[in-house]
């Protein structure tokens, strides 16, 4: 850290600080726009709060210390836009439910959902790299993300299912 620096706070706010608020932005417009699919408003705050956990877990174990296969925003220093790039992914679980639910997703077509979710995904975070979000380090690339796509979303199925009793 140099000297007077606030920890925790950016040193530069630049073009992918203003990308990460415009994305979290139209994700909560469009969700606040969308019909009310739910019947609580604690069910939706669940299904948002899933996206920001799970991205916030996977990046502080795969994209920290020992891992250290990427890197957040400006570099390898912990700063409150790390915290609120974790936003980004509150709307993603919430669309992913969302289109699940309304459309009676069933059968076969759950992997096939999965999966087209998983491309979504994959496209999303190599959006996030060319803007300079995410920077892979040490050989790191999207194709490893993929397996953690399928995981999450298939665990966000099983959880909607069990919110929903």
């Known amino acids: ?43 939706s705050f669940l299904i948002i709060s899933y996206g920001i956990v799970w991205a916030s877990l996977f990046d502080n174990t795969i994209g920290a210390a020992p891992f250290d296969f990427y890197d957040i925003l400006d570099g390898p220093k912990y700063t409150i836009m790390d915290v609120i790039a974790y936003l980004m992914y509150g709307p993603y679980g919430y669309f992913f439910i969302y289109i699940f639910d309304r459309f009676h997703i069933k059968g076969r077509y759950v992997a096939f959902y999965i999966i087209l979710w998983t491309c979504f995904g994959v496209a999303f975070e190599l959006v996030n790299v060319m803007v300079g979000v995410f920077t892979y380090k040490d050989g790191f690339t999207w194709v490893f993300s993929i397996p953690i796509y399928l995981f999450v979303q298939s665990f966000l199925l099983i959880f909607y299912k069990y919110l929903k009793g």
């Open 1 to 43: 850290m140099t000297t007077g620096a606030i920890p925790f706070v950016e040193e530069a706010f630049g073009g992918n600080d203003i990308f990460v608020f415009v994305i979290i932005a139209l994700g909560f417009m469009v969700i606040w726009l969308l019909p009310k699919q739910f019947e609580s408003r604690f069910f």
